[in-house]
């Protein structure tokens, strides 16, 4: 079964920096989609960014980014000059290419110190 | 912006009741999910609804838990006898259509059961 992981519960960062949310994942299928998922306290769940599998290029939002290494499933999101309302849990998460369901890593819950 | 919407925010229930969480997709999306976090926990998938039957569903959908989309607008998570275990945070969601397209998550609806 594919599995997500994301080892790092907590990170902070002081406003305007960068910070690097870390996210592996293990599966045997060669075609898949990779995501990136906000949630704000109190607020629902928002895509941030999306990867195809079969995309050489990462993928890139405005302040986000992420590092996309298929060969060591790892599929890290950078936010560049972080602002207060990024503060948010930060789910990664997988979808099969065939599939529907989306499988989540644990999270991880960002703090943005002004 | 078209968003996800769950009634009710919160619903407290005696082990062994029924409960409907209700949910309103977005008005042209096609497909429907529920995902569930149990407290600490991932999130996890538990159903997929497609041209009005199950496309998919995890092993915790069980016997108890079932949905429906009664009218054009509103799409149901039935459990029929509540477990303590059944306690958890219980998410919303649409897309467009499958593959990468994004899956919109409602608020959620805390269910306790007591």
């Known amino acids: 079964a594919q599995t997500v992981t994301q080892s790092q519960p907590e990170m902070s960062v002081q406003e305007a920096e960068t910070v690097t949310l870390s996210c592996t994942y293990d599966?045997?299928?060669?075609?898949?989609?990779l995501f990136w998922y906000k949630q704000p306290p109190s607020r629902q769940m928002i895509l941030v960014i999306r990867?195809?599998?079969?995309?050489?290029q990462n993928a890139t939002e405005n302040r986000f980014s992420v590092n996309f290494q298929k060969a060591a499933k790892s599929f890290s999101l950078k936010i560049s000059d972080s602002q207060l309302g990024d503060a948010a849990m930060y789910f990664c998460?997988?979808?099969?290419?065939?599939?529907?369901?989306?499988?989540f890593g644990q999270g991880t819950r960002l703090t943005i110190n002004p | 912006e078209p968003e996800v919407t769950q009634t009710p925010s919160h619903q407290v229930t005696q082990m062994g009741q029924e409960v409907i969480l209700r949910c309103v997709p977005i008005?042209?999306?096609?497909?429907f999910y529920w995902y569930r976090q149990i407290l600490g926990q991932k999130v996890e998938f538990l159903v997929s609804f497609y041209n009005n039957e199950i496309s998919e569903k995890s092993e915790i959908f069980d016997d108890q838990f079932s949905v429906e989309r009664p009218d054009g607008s509103n799409f149901t998570l039935k459990i029929r006898s509540t477990k303590l275990e059944d306690s958890a945070m219980y998410f919303c969601a649409s897309s467009e259509a499958a593959g990468s397209y994004e899956q919109y998550f409602g608020p959620g609806t805390r269910l306790t059961v007591t």
């Open positions: 008005s042209n999306h096609l497909y």
């Open positions: 990867q195809e599998a079969y995309k050489q």
């Open positions: 998460a997988y979808k099969e290419g065939g599939a529907q369901k989306l499988v």
């Open positions: 599966t045997s299928e060669s075609d898949y989609y």
